[in-house]
């Protein structure tokens, strides 16, 4: 399933499945250690399980359905795609990224004493569906209707993204305290929800 889809992914998109250039197909090189990183049903919970195809990506899943990780991937390649098309990775500083990435998923939103909202705009205890929690490491509350594409997996990702970039992950988005964030990045973030929503995730 997994296969068709990756091929359904190429035909799809321009950029060249190869090898040559900046694919959006990462190689599976370590492929029997993923195999064998499993989110095992009874052990204790939260568990870490490798994500497939992204060398040292791993997610903290609350339950084995919060996600299976061959969707992570998915959604992960999804998200480069899109970056790649918008934005570019001529440094390979977001694929590098998300070789390194750590989701920690949640099952219940959390609050924030303070943050942005995508304007900008200042705001003190909110209730928050994800966050950055370090270069590497983001916490992502599982979606509405426990689906990928319904979380805020993208909008988290480019805050890593810029945060490799840049060296900041722009904490208040479209407003001009910190740079980086544009109203292209809020853009490719619904492009790449549309995208996932196609998969079903
Ligand atoms: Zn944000």
């Given amino acids: 399933m997994i296969k068709k889809i990756l091929i359904a992914l190429c ?4 950029i060249t499945c190869s090898g040559h250039g900046t694919s959006v197909l990462f190689s599976n090189e370590n492929k029997p250690i993923y195999e064998s990183s499993l989110c095992v049903p009874g052990d204790p919970l939260p568990q870490m399980v490798l994500i497939p195809f992204f060398e040292e990506a791993s997610q903290i899943v609350p ?3 919060t996600y299976p990780k061959y969707m992570t991937a998915l959604a992960m390649m999804v998200f480069y795609h899109k970056w790649e098309e918008y934005f570019g990775d001529s440094d390979y ?5 998300l070789q ?3 989701i920690q998923w949640g099952t219940t939103k959390k ?12 705001f003190t205890e909110r209730v928050i569906i994800g966050r950055v929690e370090a270069k590497n ?3 992502v509350w599982q979606g509405y209707n426990h689906k ?3 979380s805020a997996l993208m909008h988290e990702l480019v805050h890593l993204a810029l945060y490799a ?3 900041s992950p722009d904490a208040d988005h479209e407003g001009s305290k910190y740079k980086g964030w544009t109203f292209a990045h809020s853009l490719m973030i619904d492009d790449a929800k549309d995208m996932l929503r196609a998969f079903n995730l």
């Fill in 93 to 97: 500083a977001v694929r590098g990224m």
């Fill in 111 to 122: 609050t924030s004493k303070r943050g942005f909202n995508i304007h900008g705009e200042a």
């Fill in 63 to 65: 339950n084995c359905k």
């Fill in 11 to 14: 035909f799809l998109s321009s």
């Fill in 137 to 139: 490491i983001i916490w």
């Fill in 148 to 150: 990928i594409s319904q």
């Fill in 100 to 102: 390194k990435v750590m």
């Fill in 165 to 167: 970039k840049n060296g």
